[in-house]
């Protein structure tokens, strides 16, 4: 069976500019979860989404957004680009929400120039 | 924010040898959860512990919690080789699986 997939894997991005990006969870998962490492740090809490609807939010402004479509899959938006916002972003999956194991996906590593 | 800290910062034992880590946290938790990293990519689930449980085992792991001091510590037993990556704790407040994680431990195994 397909563990989380995330897409792309690797991005460059420039000030300023938005970016998208993209993660398929387990197949029955409905719980999704996304988290920003920065190097040499552990995982942030950005968003929680369950069932289509956002259930947690982490410290992170407005430029961040995210949205979980019908077959559970979800898209990270981040708007204006900073190079602070430079890191691996992580997605993970879960069957339900609150069932505390997270199956991670291998991450997308966005670089801000 | 992050609610764990993980001790020592970076760990280096030769294979075969045992390895603990510590981690303390500040708030109470439902759950704490250990996982590891191998070089930048995704982690892996290695154990959780609940809040009502002081010790729990899974192959070479072992676990143990004490809500009392808001500590935990993970024991890799017979060490080798491919043990070696980065290690997190994260704890989960409530039941909604949202994981606070520490910064981290960087375990060098040497063959």
């Known amino acids: 069976d397909a563990g989380v997939t995330q897409s792309p894997t690797h991005l460059i991005k420039t000030r300023g500019q938005h970016v998208t990006l993209r993660c398929s969870p387990i197949?029955?998962?409905?719980?999704v979860s996304w988290y920003q490492q920065v190097l040499g740090q552990g995982p942030q809490f950005i968003f929680q989404?369950?069932?289509?609807?956002?259930?947690g939010r982490g410290n992170f402004p407005d430029r961040f957004s995210a949205r979980q479509f019908p077959n559970y899959s979800s898209e990270l938006n981040v708007n204006a680009l900073l190079l602070g916002d430079s890191a691996l972003y992580l997605c993970?999956?879960?069957?339900?929400?609150?069932?505390?194991?997270?199956?991670f996906g291998s991450g997308t590593q966005l670089s801000v120039l | 924010s992050q609610q764990g800290e993980e001790d020592p910062q970076a760990l280096s034992i030769q294979e075969g040898e045992n390895a603990t880590m510590n981690c303390s946290y500040k708030?109470?938790?439902?759950?704490l959860q250990w996982y590891r990293q191998n070089s930048g990519r995704g982690l892996v689930h290695l154990i959780l512990?609940?809040?009502?449980?002081r010790e729990k085992h899974s192959g070479r792991l072992r676990v143990t919690l004490d809500t009392s001091k808001k500590s935990s510590s993970l024991l890799i037993t017979a060490s080798r080789a491919a043990d070696t990556a980065s290690y997190f704790c994260?704890?989960?407040?409530?039941?909604?699986?949202?994981?606070?994680f520490g910064k981290g431990i960087t375990l060098s195994v040497r063959p």
């Open positions: 989404y369950y069932e289509k609807e956002e259930r």
């Open positions: 993970a999956s879960s069957l339900e929400q609150g069932l505390g194991k997270l199956f």
């Open positions: 512990i609940r809040s009502n449980e």
């Open positions: 708030t109470s938790i439902n759950n």
């Open positions: 197949s029955g998962h409905k719980s």
């Open positions: 994260a704890t989960e407040p409530g039941a909604n699986s949202k994981l606070t």
